[in-house]
């Protein structure tokens, strides 16, 4: 048995040598003709398992359609994405609701909480549908909010609304976090607790994130570094030595 919350997400398969994803010639166009958008042009990636990623690049650049597109949220036009050796490109509908629900956290800039609901009733809402879930007050622990499990958003400050958010991701122990823009709403000081969650998450959990952002420094704090340009990938670079949160320059 696991003696802890993170042995016990360590057994359940999240720490892995394998890549986390494997990209290749990946494009996505929306529209047809002169006026069509080329979002994604011919994306190549090798990501391994267990990173924290943060993809740069300024609006337009592709990150998020990326992104999308490795949450299976978005298809391709033309390339293919495996995740730990399954072809997600191939998956039905059917397959990419079942991959989401087990194997795919999303935290997003504005944070979509249920304003009806408490922090702990917001994050139970992913508990029910997991099979392996955390129990609601475990993951708000995880975020350092579990004296805040009673309150409702509006109660809240944007740090905390950002962290339940982050507690309701991990609830259901996802393989890999997607995290787009989750500072940009943010001063400086409560963006470091926010990324100061994500790497204990990344750190403790074996858990891959993948971070969005604008704010080039946040990049000090990640294993690997991919920046894009009009719908390509401009350069990948590896971090030797990594800061941690609390010292990223804002």
């Known amino acids: 048995m696991a003696n802890n919350l993170f042995d016990q997400l360590t057994l359940y398969g999240m720490a892995t040598d ?3 994803f494997s990209v290749t010639g990946v494009t996505k166009v929306y529209g047809e003709g002169p006026g069509a958008v080329h979002a994604l042009r011919g994306v190549d990636l090798a990501l391994p398992s267990g990173e924290m990623v943060v993809l740069l690049g300024a609006s337009g650049s ?12 978005d298809s391709v036009s033309a390339g293919v994405v495996y995740f730990f050796g399954k072809e997600l490109t191939a998956m039905s509908p059917a397959e990419l609701t079942l991959y989401r629900r087990h194997h795919v956290g999303f935290v ?7 304003p009806s609901l408490t922090a702990s009733e ?13 129990d609601a007050e475990e993951a708000l622990e995880l975020v350092g909010l579990a004296d805040r499990k009673n309150h409702f958003p509006s109660e809240l400050s944007g740090g905390e609304q950002q962290r339940v958010a982050i507690a309701r991701a991990v609830a259901k122990r996802p393989t890999v976090l997607f995290c787009d823009e989750p500072t940009g709403a943010l001063d400086s000081a409560t963006g470091r607790q926010v990324l100061r969650v994500l790497q204990d998450i990344n750190e403790h959990f074996g858990t891959t994130v993948m971070l969005i952002t604008h704010a080039a420094a946040t990049a000090d704090m990640a294993h690997r570094v991919i920046e894009m340009a009009d719908g390509a990938v401009r350069a990948v670079r590896i971090n030797e030595h990594r800061l941690d949160a609390e010292n990223i320059e804002w």
């Open 18 to 20: 394998k890549d986390a």
């Open 62 to 73: 592709g990150k998020s359609t990326l992104l999308n597109i490795l949450g299976g949220l």
């Open 108 to 114: 997003f800039q504005f944070y979509n909480l249920m």
């Open 122 to 134: 917001n994050v139970e809402l992913v508990t029910e549908v997991s099979d392996q879930a955390l």
